[in-house]
């Protein structure tokens, strides 16, 4: 599965991705909206990890660009919010299916991963 | 004075603010713990027989140790900002209370791709006034400016000490502002709070800056 995180703090972004080449998942970082959007010019990813809140481009806005070049693309959300609850309040209708809460145990994402891919097959 | 509008504003402002901060500590957070889990992520590679290099984890280490003193400083400006509500008049330092407001609004600047820089005058400006509504309206001024500043993004503040009064300067502003019509601002929130804090708003069509004039004294 090829994957892409997409997150301003560089250092989240850059330890989420080490760690997941542990577990056998090779992901791609980019640190901003326009980053990410050269990588998915030159590369397929089957599902990204962004954040919702990044400077000048934040998540939503990156999946709608995305999704005009990559339609099947999955997305799981990051959210700096304080709970859940907080975030799901206005999110299902800007197309947010799938998300997890800051900070993120890295488990749960690859569970989250494997179950949007899975279901997709 | 309208103190159930002012104390609306005040609590927006207070809300806006707890909510960026608990955003960022999130953040911080989230690059600790994940560095935490590569720690552990080492530690089980080295059970099984791949060494750990030592240098790597003092760059962890390092990192962590960065993580802390950020949300140490964020903690420090948040707990100045909380206790400014103690006392409704208070005598503060004009720009280290601008220093604060610059600091809790960083992380909307950020945001917004744009830069704050503060250039206090070395002589420290003494007002008496009430430091909560003072914060937010600096806030205020803070935000249009970001919102509304020339090419390049840099939004520039300078406060001046004019023997009974003081001023704030943001700017500069986008050349469309060639009237105060075109300005819109400040609005109803913001009269509320200029007429609390005895202060007057002014656009410099000159110098492109929106001024802000504060009594040195609000109780005279």
Redesign the interface.
């Known amino acids: 599965m090829q994957i892409l995180l997409v997150d ?2 560089e ?2 972004v850059s ?2 991705a ?2 997941l080449s ?1 577990r056998g998942i090779e992901a791609d970082w980019a640190t901003s909206g326009e980053e990410a959007l050269k990588l998915v010019n030159n590369k397929k990813y089957d599902l990204a990890v962004l954040d919702i ?4 481009m934040g998540g939503l806005k990156l999946k709608k660009l995305i999704n005009k070049k990559c339609p099947d693309m999955k997305f799981i959300f990051l959210t ?3 709970s859940e609850e907080d975030f799901k309040e206005g999110t299902t209708e800007a197309g947010v299916d799938y998300y997890l ?4 145990k ?1 488990e749960a994402l690859m569970e989250k991963m494997k179950t949007i891919l899975k279901q997709e097959r | 004075m309208p103190f159930k509008l002012v104390g609306e504003i005040g609590l927006k402002f207070f809300g806006k603010i707890s909510a960026s901060i608990s955003h960022e500590i999130k953040n911080i957070m989230a690059i600790i713990n994940e560095n935490a889990g590569l720690i552990e992520d080492l530690t089980l590679m080295s059970e099984k027989g791949i060494p750990i290099d030592p240098e790597r984890l003092k760059n962890i280490s390092a990192k962590i140790i960065k993580q802390v003193a950020r949300a140490d400083t964020i903690l420090k400006n948040m707990n100045k900002f909380a206790h400014s509500i103690d006392e409704p008049f208070g005598q503060i330092e004009l720009g280290e209370l601008i220093s604060l407001v610059c600091g809790l609004s960083a992380r909307f600047a950020s945001m917004k791709g744009v830069n704050v820089e503060v250039n206090n005058i070395k002589t420290p400006i003494i007002i008496i006034t009430n430091p909560f509504f003072m914060q937010t309206i600096i806030f205020r001024c803070i935000n249009f400016t970001m919102d509304n500043c020339e090419k390049g993004k840099t939004v520039f503040i300078t406060s001046k000490d004019n023997g009974n009064s003081a001023t704030i300067a943001f700017g500069k502003l986008r050349e469309f502002f060639e009237s105060k019509e075109n300005l819109n601002f400040p609005q109803k929130e913001e009269k509320i709070l200029l007429n609390a804090l005895k202060s007057e708003m002014i656009l410099s069509l000159d110098t492109k800056e929106l001024i802000l004039n504060i009594p040195k004294d609000i109780n005279k």
């Open positions: 301003d703090e250092e989240l330890t989420i080490e760690r542990y809140k990044m400077p000048k700096g919010h304080g809460v800051k900070p993120v890295i």
